[in-house]
């Protein structure tokens, strides 16, 4: 099985929908990419759709996310949340760094999508921190806690 860019198509919302960040646009458009068009949505919006995959990208997505039909496969991604890391930085260039850290994990585990989606079993966690360190075996099953 191989998973190719033409055959994802990419949802996003959330369970609390808070806007989009101004310093969320600031990191993307560090890189190239201009979210400031962009708007937070609620799950509601896409409930009806069916999903081969979700992946929950904070610890609060994973507790809270929605049951889904059991064809879908869960997939959770612990990044850790810029806003409240930003919350303690003695200054802005502080705070920014949280969010450069946290863009560049998300970029590292999109690309490897593929192969995770590939060689992943179902409802799996991930740990972002090994992205970095170019690990891809952070694969697990989810436990039931």
């Known amino acids: 099985m191989s998973v190719e ?11 609390e929908p808070k806007g989009i960040d101004p310093r969320a646009i600031k990191t993307m458009a560090e890189v190239g990419i201009d979210i400031s068009s962009q708007r937070s949505k609620s799950i509601d919006e896409i409930k009806d759709i069916e999903f081969d995959y979700v992946i929950t990208l904070c610890d609060n997505a994973q507790k809270t996310c929605p049951s889904f ?24 260039e502080e705070a920014m760094q949280h969010y450069r850290r946290v863009r560049d994990q998300i970029k590292t585990f999109v690309e490897q999508l593929p192969d ?20 891809s075996t952070g694969l697990s099953q989810r436990s039931e806690d």
């Open 116 to 135: 995770i989606l590939t060689n992943k079993k179902p409802d799996i966690e991930f740990d972002p921190r090994q992205l970095l360190s170019g690990i």
């Open 5 to 15: 860019k033409a055959e994802v198509e990419a949802r996003s919302a959330g369970i």
């Open 69 to 92: 039909p059991a064809k879908t496969s869960i997939i959770h991604v612990g990044f850790e949340d810029p806003p409240r890391l930003a919350e303690n930085a003695r200054d802005e």
